[in-house]
């Protein structure tokens, strides 16, 4: 447990002799599943550079009837197909087997514990943002260039929406755990190979037969410790991650937001516009949720007990100028509390013509208002 606290926390830029243990890593990876090894080993500065360039790169390698106008598929898949082979290869036997052992309440506790390392590692491999900027750009090319000989045409270079790259699972510390703790006789060569494979640092990496690309981990990185003892991703004047090349992402407490939220904030008219339930959650705590009834100019339509989870209450509220459409917006405290052990309130649209707040909460819920009335307790 300790050794995944300090590999998640571990920042950059890396030295050189921690580049070549993470290249001898990848080595032994490609070893194991019989892949010749490409000898071309690219280092970009962040997972957004890799998650554009390794694909732009690949397709430079790609059949000639793969154009780079087309933007054919099959240019990825060589880097998917090695990615399985060493997932099958160094990753799968120690998965099976210890997914295999793992009951029901046995997975259940390991997941309590570990959970919140695997959504840390999740966070830091983000998607591309929606357009690439000029420094982006510039090092996407000079990726391409090293990893090829090439630079890709100009036009090529823009994010790849949807192409992720070779992720760790989020079953990888529950097998290590098991590895160390759980009394699972694994071979000596299942140990060697998957050791190799999980690495020493949170590094994101694109395996192809001709080149490997590695992104350098994040140069800062901002947690806060909950009473639990677990960490999550939290800045409340900046971005929670960033990397050596300007690249960042912005969390409050836990969730990923726009940056210009935290440094910023917003107006009630850009809150009410945001789709994301989570997202705006986190934009009315940031503004405070009494500031935020009282910009808003919302009006109290009723209040009652939460017949769900009391001892909390419902409140239905409306905007006499309309600016929310034909909805009114429900505050409510969420049935579970935050990790932080703290009740959780939050709004939801429902529609206008909702008066009752229980009624507003069953039609949240999309179950009969009376059922919702007579509910145990709702989660």
């Known amino acids: 447990m300790a050794d995944w606290v300090r590999r998640c926390h571990a920042t950059g830029p890396l030295t050189e002799s921690a580049r070549a243990g993470v290249e001898a890593a990848i080595r032994t990876c490609y070893a194991a599943a019989g892949l010749p090894w490409p000898d071309t080993v690219v280092w970009v500065p962040s997972p957004q550079v890799g998650a554009a360039a390794a694909p732009l790169a690949a397709l430079h390698w790609a059949p000639q009837s793969s154009r780079w106008r087309r ?22 036997p120690v998965h099976n087997a210890v997914m295999g052992r793992l009951d029901a309440r046995s997975h259940a506790e390991t997941a309590a514990g570990l959970s919140p390392l695997d959504r840390l590692r999740t966070a830091m491999y983000r998607p591309l943002p ?18 090829t000989g ?11 929406r949807g192409f992720s790259g070779y992720q ?9 755990w098991w590895l160390r703790h759980g009394g699972l006789d694994a071979v ?4 060697h190979r998957f050791q190799a494979w999980i690495g020493t640092w949170p590094v994101e990496w694109w395996a192809h037969p001709r080149f490997v690309m590695v992104s350098e981990p994040p140069a800062e990185m901002h947690l806060e410790t909950l009473p639990d003892g677990g960490l999550r991703l939290h800045r409340d004047d900046g971005p929670a991650l960033s990397w050596i090349d300007g690249e960042s992402a912005a969390f409050w407490h836990g969730v990923e937001v726009p940056l210009d939220l935290i440094t910023e904030g917003w107006p009630v008219e850009r809150i009410h516009a945001e789709h994301n339930s989570e997202v705006q959650r986190a934009a009315i705590e940031r503004m405070g949720w009494f500031e935020y009834l009282t910009r808003a100019g919302l009006e109290l339509v009723a209040r009652c007990p939460d017949p769900g989870n009391p001892p909390h209450e419902l409140a239905l509220y409306e905007d006499p100028e309309g600016r929310i459409g034909d909805s009114r917006i429900l505050v409510m405290i969420n049935g579970s509390p935050d990790r932080d052990g703290a009740p959780m309130r939050y709004a939801e649209p429902v529609p206008a013509f909702l008066g009752d707040p229980v009624e507003a909460a069953a039609w949240q819920y999309d179950i009969p208002a009376d059922t919702y009335r007579h509910l145990a307790r709702r989660t």
């Open 71 to 92: 933007r054919s598929r099959r240019h990825e898949a060589a880097i998917a197909d090695t990615a399985v082979r060493i997932f099958a290869a160094c990753a799968g």
């Open 130 to 147: 929606p357009a690439a900027g000029p420094g982006l750009t510039r090092s996407v090319t000079g990726a391409v260039r090293s990893a």
């Open 150 to 160: 090439q630079a890709p045409p100009a036009e090529t270079v823009a994010p790849v």
């Open 168 to 176: 760790k699972s989020s079953d990888t510390p529950h097998c290590e």
């Open 188 to 191: 000596d060569e299942w140990r």
